[in-house]
Structure formats: C-alpha cells, structure tokens
C-alpha cells in the first residue's frame, strides 16, 4: 500500500521562508513524478510544482522564482522550499506521487503567511 506523508507546513510572515517534505513509500515501481499541489480555503485544488524522476521541473506562474521543487529520487522524497512568502499562498500543500498504476496523494499541511 502507498502511503505519502507531508510535513514541514507552519504559520510564517510575508517574505518568510518554509520548506515543504514529502516522502513516499510502498510502490514496486518507481515514481514517474511527484508534484505539490495547494488549495486554500474556498478555492480547487491547483497544481504548484512538478519534478519528473530525472530532475525535470516545472512551475506555476504565480511561485515561478520563489518556490524550487527538488527530490531525493533514492529515497522517493521531495522537497518544496518556499521563500518570500505571500498570504496568498496561504492554503493546505499536498504532496502528490505517480508510478505506473496510479497517483497517490498525501494528507496535506498546512501553510499560513501572516503577520
């Protein structure tokens, strides 16, 4: 069984920094990708980041320069590092893993930018 575990989320002030994990565990295959996603109160569910098991990334406009997905392939981890945070990133962060049978998603965390 698959099981995907974020964590790291927290209240921080605008322009603060925080670092999202992710770990996932119990697939016979390897994860093609693995990729943040957020929803904030109200709103869908919108994909942040993406890392493809070679290193390839991609981002959403709105963290394109602030946010960097990174991933510790041999041990199926990724990282979100977050800087010069907004209150509009305020929301809960899902850590998403895809292998060969389907995609997997974790419990979320949650991230608030305050003052």
């Known amino acids: 069984q698959v099981q995907v575990v974020e964590s790291g989320g927290g209240l921080v002030q605008p322009g603060g920094s925080l670092r999202l994990s992710c770990a996932a565990s119990g697939s016979t295959f390897n994860f093609w990708y693995m990729r943040w996603y957020r929803q904030a109160p109200g709103k869908q569910r919108e994909l942040v980041a993406a890392i493809s098991s070679g290193g390839s990334t991609s981002y959403e406009d709105f963290v394109k320069g602030r946010f960097t997905i990174s991933r510790d392939s041999a041990n199926n981890k990724v990282y979100l590092q977050m800087n010069s945070l907004k209150p509009e990133d305020t929301a809960v962060y899902y850590c998403?893993?895809?292998?060969?049978?389907?995609?997997?998603w974790g419990q979320g965390t949650q991230v608030t930018v305050s003052s």
């Open positions: 998403n893993a895809e292998d060969y049978v389907g995609q997997y």
